[in-house]
């Protein structure tokens, strides 16, 4: 499958639990940095890379995000959203989109930005037949608790409370599924990403590639500043408004 035909799910409808108060009335989407949301930076991002199908799965202030993005057309890209009337967890939201996703697609989460090779990790999957693909880093506990192990091209452990001497890679936070895999979660029902891994690793149908720049995440009081930091501006306060 050619890039520009693969579809980007992304996962947005978190509590934004982690950044307090601050963030009580505002999606982790719609954190403003350096003059913008946070998800237009994500949305510049996969343009860029060819990628201009987005389904968005939301919850949480669903319509600030709405409302912003329209059908994504001003950002060059196509926008559907899907809603969730409760959590359904971070698989759960891809079953429940399952109607809006037309083959194989990749999955983002709405806080992680991943400046990578996408074209290279969408090439690589495409030339192995297994169901699944993880994005790893090498991380070895610096950025965040690395939580997977690899050997050869399949990851064959994920546990993020468990570690062995061979746990030093972490979900770097884009994976690319056949649509397929679907059909393996439960309908409206809570389901993670977590449980997915864990499923097609035992199948040995998770592939591993290896990302070699770091990742970014607003999820956190100090993953957003890094990413201020990284986008070279400032913020006074988290806010919806700019």
């Known amino acids: 499958m050619n890039i520009s035909m693969i579809q980007a799910v992304i996962v947005a409808g978190g509590l934004a639990t982690r950044l307090g108060d601050e963030a009580r009335d505002c999606p982790k989407s719609m954190v403003y940095i350096c003059g913008k949301p946070f998800v237009e930076y994500q949305l510049q991002l996969l343009q860029e890379n ?7 799965c939301l919850g949480h202030l669903a319509v600030q ?14 926008i559907t959203y899907s809603h969730e009337s409760q959590p359904l967890g971070t698989a759960g939201a891809l079953k ?14 709405g806080d992680s930005y991943l400046d ?7 090439g690589f999957f ?16 610096l950025y965040d608790a690395s939580n997977s192990e690899i050997e ?9 409370i468990e570690k062995t001497p061979k746990t030093v890679y972490i979900d770097y936070g884009a994976s690319i599924f056949r649509r397929e895999v679907l059909d393996w979660l439960p309908i409206n029902q809570p389901y993670s990403l977590e449980q997915l891994f864990r499923r097609l690793i035992v199948e040995r ?12 995440e607003i999820g956190s009081p100090g993953g957003l500043e890094e990413f ?15």
Do not use: W
């Open 116 to 122: 990578f090779d996408y074209q290279s990790a969408v």
């Open 65 to 78: 995000i709405e409302q912003h993005l329209a059908d994504g057309a001003k950002f060059g890209v196509n």
């Open 126 to 141: 495409n030339r192995r037949n297994k169901l699944a693909l993880m994005t790893v880093y090498k991380n070895h506990g």
């Open 50 to 56: 060819g990628i201009t199908g987005i389904v968005l």
């Open 152 to 160: 050869g091209e399949l990851v064959t452990g994920y546990d993020k």
């Open 205 to 216: 149908e998770l592939l591993a590639y290896e990302v070699m720049e770091r990742f970014y």
């Open 228 to 242: 201020r930091r990284l986008k070279g501006g400032r913020y006074d306060s988290i806010t919806c408004t700019g």
């Open 96 to 109: 429940n989109a399952q109607r809006l996703i037309k083959g194989d697609f990749l999955t983002l989460y």
